[in-house]
C-alpha cells in the first residue's frame, strides 16, 4: 500500500503505474488498519467496508467511498509504538545540531497537528485530507510523547506540523507541559513557523520549552510573487524584523527560499537572495520551484513543463526539472538556485556569523556540505553560469 501526497494527489495513476496492491487516497490511519483486518479475516467484500481506498479487481482500477478525517487525534491516535524503532540510527540535519554537531542521533520527528489552513499554491501538504484543516493533538499528550522519547534518551525532535507556531492555545499549551515536566533543557526541537504567525508572546515559552530552531517560509523578497502563490502579505522589512526578533530570543532560525514561482524573473530571484544575505539566517533553504501533485501549481501547470519522471520532482537529484517562468527556463531557475546556494553559504558574513556563534567545527561541516556538488542533467552542458556578481 502507497500513502501520502503524492499518492492522495493521484491514486489511480499511481495504482497505473506502481506495482503495488492499494493506495490509500485519504489521512491513512483508518484505512491501514482496516485493511490490515479486512486482509488478516480474508474479507472479499474489502471495497465495501475500508474508505479511501484503491485496489484492484483483476485487471481493473477501483475505489471506496471517502472517509471522514479523525476528529479526536488524542483518542485515535495518542502516541507512535517507539519502542519497535532503532532509534539511534535516526540522525537529525546537521543545521539541527549546530549546537552540538558531533550528538546527531537519536533523533525523532512527531506530529502535534495535521494539516495546515493556509491555501500556499506551491503546496501538496492538504492532499490526504481534501481540504484546508487543522486538528491538534492536546498539550498533555504532546507532553507525553516527548516526556516518553527523552526517557529513551532522544534530544532531537523535529515537530512535522505543516505550522506549529499557529494557535496560541497549543503553542503556550504545548510548552506549559514541556517546561512544567522539567524538559525544556533536555531537548532542541525545531519547528515551522511563518513570518505572519511568531508573535512576541510565545518566544520566551518556545524558548524555555527547548525549542532552539524556527523554520519561516519566507519564500521570495517580492510582495508580487508572494501574492501570487498566496503565501501572505509581509513585506521585507517585516521579514527582517521577525528573523531578527526570534534570533534575539534565543531561537535559531533556518530560512526558506523558493526560486521560479510563477511571476520569478532573474531580477526577482536576484531579490530573494539579497534578502537571503540580507537576513542572514543561521541556516538557509533554497528550493527550486515544483509543480507538486495535489498543489494549485501542479493543476495549472503545462503538461510539458512538469518533469517526464517522478524522481524529476526530487530537490537534490540529477533529474531534477523545476517549472520554467514566463522570463525563465527549468534550467535557468535551476542553475540560479545552485549559484545562490553557493553564494549563501561562501558569504563571509555568514560563515563569520556561524564561526562564532558556534565554533569551528560546524564551520569545518559547512565547508565540506559546499565541497559537495550537485550534478545536474537539466544544466550540465549549460554555457550561462551565474556569479556572485550577478546575483
Request: aromatic share 10%.
Amino acid at each position: 500500500m502507497m500513502t501520502g501526497t503524492h499518492p492522495a494527489a493521484l491514486p489511480r495513476r499511481t495504482m497505473q503505474e506502481e506495482k503495488i496492491d492499494f493506495v490509500c487516497s485519504g489521512e491513512g490511519p483508518r484505512t491501514i488498519c482496516q485493511t490490515v483486518v479486512a486482509l488478516k479475516h480474508g474479507r472479499a467484500d474489502i471495497g465495501s467496508i475500508v474508505p479511501d481506498l484503491y485496489y484492484r479487481m483483476g485487471d481493473v482500477v477501483l475505489n471506496t467511498q471517502a472517509g471522514e478525517l479523525i476528529p479526536d487525534l488524542d483518542a485515535a491516535m495518542p502516541g507512535a509504538a517507539w519502542d519497535l524503532l532503532p532509534m539511534d540510527k535516526y540522525r537529525a540535519h546537521n543545521w539541527h545540531c549546530f549546537d552540538d554537531i558531533e550528538h546527531r542521533q537519536p533523533y525523532a520527528s512527531i506530529h502535534t497537528s495535521l494539516g495546515c489552513p493556509y491555501k500556499c499554491s506551491f503546496c501538496c501538504i492538504n492532499a490526504p485530507f481534501g481540504k484546508s484543516s487543522y486538528r491538534m493533538w492536546s498539550p498533555p499528550v504532546v507532553g507525553a510523547e516527548i516526556q516518553r522519547l527523552v526517557d529513551m534518551g532522544v534530544r532531537n525532535i523535529k515537530f512535522v506540523d505543516e505550522m506549529f507556531v499557529l494557535n496560541r492555545s497549543h503553542v503556550i499549551g504545548v510548552c506549559d507541559e514541556i517546561i512544567k515536566r522539567g524538559l525544556g533543557d533536555k531537548i532542541n526541537i525545531w519547528a515551522y513557523a511563518r513570518v505572519d504567525t511568531v508573535k512576541d508572546e510565545f518566544l520566551v515559552p518556545l524558548r524555555r520549552a527547548g525549542f532552539r530552531w524556527l523554520a519561516l517560509g519566507i519564500e521570495s523578497a517580492s510582495k508580487h510573487v508572494r501574492d501570487g502563490v498566496e503565501k501572505g502579505r509581509f513585506g521585507s522589512e517585516q521579514i527582517i524584523e521577525t528573523v531578527r526578533k526570534v534570533q534575539s530570543s534565543g531561537i535559531n532560525v533556518i530560512g526558506n527560499y523558493i526560486f521560479g514561482l510563477p511571476d520569478d524573473t532573474i531580477e526577482s530571484m536576484s531579490d530573494t537572495l539579497a534578502l537571503a544575505l540580507e537576513a542572514n539566517c543561521e541556516f538557509a533553504n533554497f528550493y527550486s520551484a515544483m509543480a507538486y501533485p495535489g498543489s494549485k501549481l501542479f493543476k495549472l501547470a503545462k503538461p510539458e513543463d512538469l518533469p517526464s519522471s517522478w524522481i524529476g520532482y526530487s530537490q537534490h537529484a540529477y533529474e531534477t526539472h523545476p517549472l520554467p517562468t514566463e522570463t525563465c527556463t527549468s534550467a535557468e531557475v535551476l542553475a540560479f538556485r545552485d549559484a545562490a546556494f553557493r553564494t549563501y553559504f561562501t558569504s563571509r558574513s555568514y560563515l563569520r556569523m556561524v564561526t562564532q556563534k558556534f565554533g569551528p567545527m560546524v564551520l569545518e561541516n559547512i565547508e565540506r556540505m559546499v565541497a559537495q556538488p550537485l550534478p545536474r542533467r537539466l544544466t550540465e552542458n549549460m554555457l550561462t553560469t551565474f556569479h556572485d556578481r550577478t546575483i
